[in-house]
């Protein structure tokens, strides 16, 4: 999964950015490392057209006041774990920002787009931390959500797992809290995609 892959310095990338106007535009990005062993970020394969992105996900992404500066981020489905799982959205504080999830029997998946970068939001964890970083400049930071559990009850196949995804273009963090593990995160974070901007 973790395939090293050079990027050639030519290769260019579709990003979100924003321009102050009431849609994020398109714009070219060169890939931030082009020498490094980095994997193509997958949010980058292309955007998904609005008409092919779950309803909720895009009502939720309507109401948010960040959406000039925080692009639809989702994933394509749950993998082969959450097989025909339900989109939803909830409500964030004064809709600031979005919040979707996919939801099955197995477990659920949750993506949120609220805080800012400048924003700290680390929280301590007792279990270990990981970072994967993508060709594009993403960075992902993530650990094990364990809670209240005593110390010693970290089971990567069982605890939740929280992310927080920064993307060089975009001025919010997102926030992915998987309910199935360490391993199902990672492969998560393959069939993550952006919104199409304007469609």
């Not at 062993?37 to 057209?49: E, I």
């Not at 963090?173 to 993550?192: K, Q, S, V």
Request: aromatic share 8%.
């Amino acid at each position: 999964m973790i395939a090293a892959v050079t990027i050639a310095a030519a290769v260019t990338v579709l990003a979100v950015v924003s321009d102050g106007g009431s849609e994020p535009r398109t714009t070219d990005v060169t890939a931030l490392d082009t020498a490094g062993d980095y994997p193509p970020a997958p949010w980058r394969a292309g955007p998904v057209p609005r008409a092919a992105v779950p309803a909720p996900f895009t009502e939720a992404w309507d109401r948010a006041g960040n959406r000039r500066r925080c692009a639809l981020l989702f994933p394509l489905d749950g993998g082969p774990e959450l097989p025909d799982a339900t989109p939803t959205a909830g409500k964030t504080p004064e809709d600031r920002g979005w919040d979707i999830f996919l939801a099955g029997r197995a477990g659920s998946v949750e993506v949120l787009g609220l805080f800012d970068k400048a924003a700290r939001t680390d929280k301590p964890s007792t279990g270990p931390s990981y970072t994967r970083t993508w060709s594009d400049g993403s960075v992902a930071k993530y650990s094990p959500d364990v809670g209240g559990a005593a110390p010693g009850n970290y089971d990567p196949n069982t605890s939740a797992y929280e992310a927080v995804l920064t993307l060089p273009d975009q001025a919010c963090t997102y926030r992915i809290y998987d309910t199935l593990g360490r391993a199902h995160l990672e492969a998560l974070f393959d069939r993550l995609r952006l919104m199409a901007p304007g469609s």
